[in-house]
């Protein structure tokens, strides 16, 4: 199954005091209050596995009802229109945004691994008590590009800027892995599981 970190996002989800649990094409999403996509690996492999269940309506209609949907690292970047990983794939259209490669003509190694520091642009309730600047754990190699005017509520760099906590009304993403990211990302966790959709 291509959608990876699904028991360290749930185990997280749980130390913060919440009741995650697993949903699948057999799951009544008319019962949850909140939904996340976790993500590991190729987009279009992952979304052809969305595809396969017949899962990407079924979670345009849960963000289409207000209620908070987060998206994690590839995950998250399934929130946008479309990515150019292998050939261009189309997205779940949540998001304003396109996935492209970070640049490696630079000398910088791909994927992207380690920490990197987040430079908050705009308030958001899920960002609530995070400090400025703090690092969080990324492991990628593409991203959805960021600007002044775009859904960008934190921006990192590596090779070039990338959105790093996206946001539009009741749904966000964070490209990193906030269940690796000890405290702050914990924090993420807590104030989306705590969050009511609206901004």
């Not at 989800?13 to 057999?26: Q, R, T």
């Not at 791909?110 to 492991?139: A, C, M, N």
């Not at 946001?167 to 906030?178: L, R, S």
Request: include cysteine; charge should be negative.
């Amino acid at each position: 199954m291509p959608l990876g970190n699904l028991q360290s996002v749930w185990n997280a989800m749980h130390i913060s005091g919440f009741d995650p649990e697993f949903v699948d094409e057999n799951t009544d999403f008319d019962d949850l209050t909140h939904l996340i996509i976790p993500g590991v690996g190729h987009f279009k492999a992952v979304m052809e596995h969305l595809n396969s269940k017949g899962l990407p309506e079924r979670i345009r209609n849960f963000a289409s009802s207000g209620r908070p949907l987060l998206g994690i690292c590839v995950g998250m970047q399934l929130l946008g229109r479309s990515s150019t990983e292998g050939t261009k794939t189309a997205g779940l259209g949540l998001v304003d945004a396109t996935v492209t490669r970070l640049p490696s003509d630079n000398g910088l190694m791909l994927p992207h691994i380690g920490w990197s520091p987040v430079e908050l642009r705009r308030d958001h309730p899920v960002t609530e008590g995070l400090k400025q600047g703090r690092d969080y754990y990324f492991v990628h190699s593409y991203a959805m590009a960021g600007d002044d005017e775009g859904p960008a509520v934190g921006v990192s760099s590596y090779g070039r800027e990338f959105i790093s906590i996206v946001g539009e009304k009741n749904v966000v993403g964070f490209q990193f892995h906030p269940e690796k990211s000890q405290s702050n990302g914990l924090l993420l966790l807590t104030n989306f599981g705590r969050w009511s959709g609206e901004c």
